[in-house]
């Protein structure tokens, strides 16, 4: 987080909030100044202040690798070291890819099987439609043959009527001539 100045901000923590310290979190960053140093400066002086300002910069950096190594503990999941938390999720993802694969294996033999099925009732049905055109057939022509028959039958019993049909004309012609 920065301020628009030259003190720039560090949130240890990685979540800045409104009532975080900004003393805890400020970094101060000194512009480096060119010039060489002349024989009439203090050495003493010159030393002491690069020694504050690399001092500033070790603090400054010790704040730094605090803070990301709180924001790592936070990403490691409760485990002790990055290594094994990479192990874990390797794991976790090689469960689930074999578990997807499980999965697709009964998926594509559940398909293979509907299929199958699909096949069997297909051929059943075209198998019981045959059954019943062959069974209609064989009653159309157990009927036709019954038919015939009747029909025999009918001219049979035709003949049969018109004989004692003509017998008794013949008989009642007798009997009313006596």
């Known amino acids: 987080m920065s301020n628009g100045t030259f003190h720039h901000y560090f949130v ?31 050495q003493d002086s010159v030393i002491r202040d690069d020694f504050t300002i ?38 976790q993802i090689g469960e689930a890819f074999t ?10 033999v559940k398909f293979k099987q509907s299929q199958d099925n699909e096949l069997k009732e297909e051929h059943r049905i075209n198998d019981d439609f ?8 064989d009653v159309l022509k157990e009927t036709l043959d019954i038919s015939i028959g009747l029909k025999d039958k009918h001219e ?7 004989s004692h049909g003509t017998r008794l004309s013949r008989l009642k012609n007798e009997y009313m001539k006596v």
């Open 12 to 42: 240890p923590d990685g979540d800045y909030e409104e009532n975080d310290d900004p003393e805890k979190c400020q970094m101060l960053f000194k512009m480096t100044d060119d010039r060489k140093c002349g024989m009439d400066e203090n």
């Open 54 to 91: 690399i001092k500033r910069h070790i603090e400054d950096a010790a704040r730094v690798l605090e803070g990301v190594g709180k924001s790592i503990s936070y990403d490691l999941d409760g485990e002790e070291s990055y290594g094994k938390y990479l192990r874990r999720e390797t794991t």
């Open 99 to 108: 578990n997807s694969e499980k999965s697709l294996l009964e998926l594509e």
């Open 156 to 162: 049979l019993l035709s003949l049969i009527i018109r």
């Open 130 to 137: 045959l059954n019943m055109i062959v069974h209609t057939r």
